[in-house]
T-cell receptor, first 109, second 115 residues
Framework: GQNIDQPTEMTATEGAIVQINCTYQ??????LFWYQQHAGEAPTFLSY??LDGLEEKGRFSSFLSRSKGYSYLLLKELQMKDSASYLC??????????WGAGTKLIIKP | ETGVTQTPRHLVMGMTNKKSLKCEQH?????MYWYKQSAKKPLELMFV???????ENNSVPSRFSPECPNSSHLFLHLHTLQPEDSALYLC??????????????FGSGTQLSVL
């Protein structure tokens, strides 16, 4: 079956770095997405990886290894506003999105 | 003005009520979606519309009835819901319904409570 695994909750300190992992098993692969969702708000797009490697976008970076079925989202110089849920989703061979349950990130001062 | 607008933000209804959720997108997209988000569970795709035609229905109970009168508007009509239907209902849009790298634009959702 198709499955996405990511930690339920993580805690980090303001100013630090945190890595949120996502492992997947899907029928085919057409890319992996990360979305950010603040409590009570809409999920918003962060990144899309379809090739192996690291893509950096300001304080946020996303990494993909297709052979390992693994991705991570790296957040640097954490700010209080980064407290949110981070959703990992892959696109399978039929271009259907398979979602993880999300990782709730708590930032402490 | 936000790209995807959902109303109402919150809804409490009894199991015998009939209500409708509304979604409007101002992005000129051709695909619109309804998702269900329950606590600590993955997003569940309910319906997909492309150019006002339903292209996917993921075995959703008939007590949920979608309507897409035009490419900018999407409704979800609710009737005789069950308490387990309580969740956040998210609307989303994208330029096209399929294709690699197409990101979704979500509304803020309707938090539904069924008593």
């Amino acid at each position: 079956g198709q499955n996405i695994d990511q930690p339920t909750e993580m805690t980090a300190t303001e100013g630090a770095i945190v890595q949120i992992n996502c492992t997947y098993q899907t029928s085919g692969f057409n890319g992996l997405f990360w979305y950010q969702q603040h409590a009570g708000e809409a999920p918003t797009f962060l990144s899309y990886n379809v090739l192996d490697g690291l893509e950096e976008k300001g304080r946020f970076s996303s990494f993909l290894s297709r052979s390992k079925g693994y991705s991570y989202l790296l957040l640097k110089e954490l700010q209080m506003k980064d407290s949110a849920s981070y959703l990992c989703a892959t696109m399978d061979s039929n271009y259907q999105l398979i979602w993880g349950a999300g990782t709730k990130l708590i930032i402490k001062p | 003005e936000t790209g995807v607008t959902q109303t109402p933000r919150h809804l409490v209804m009894g199991m015998t009520n009939k209500k409708s959720l509304k979604c409007e997108q101002h992005l000129g997209h051709n695909a619109m979606y309804w998702y269900k988000q329950s606590a600590k569970k993955p997003l569940e795709l309910m319906f997909v519309y492309s150019l006002e035609e339903r292209v996917e229905n993921n075995s959703v109970p008939s007590r949920f009835s979608p309507e897409c009168p035009n490419s900018s508007h999407l409704f979800l009509h609710l009737h005789t819901l069950q308490p387990e239907d309580s969740a956040l209902y998210l609307c989303a849009s994208s330029p096209t319904p399929t294709g690699g790298g197409e990101k979704l634009f979500f509304g803020s959702g309707t938090q539904l409570s069924v008593l």
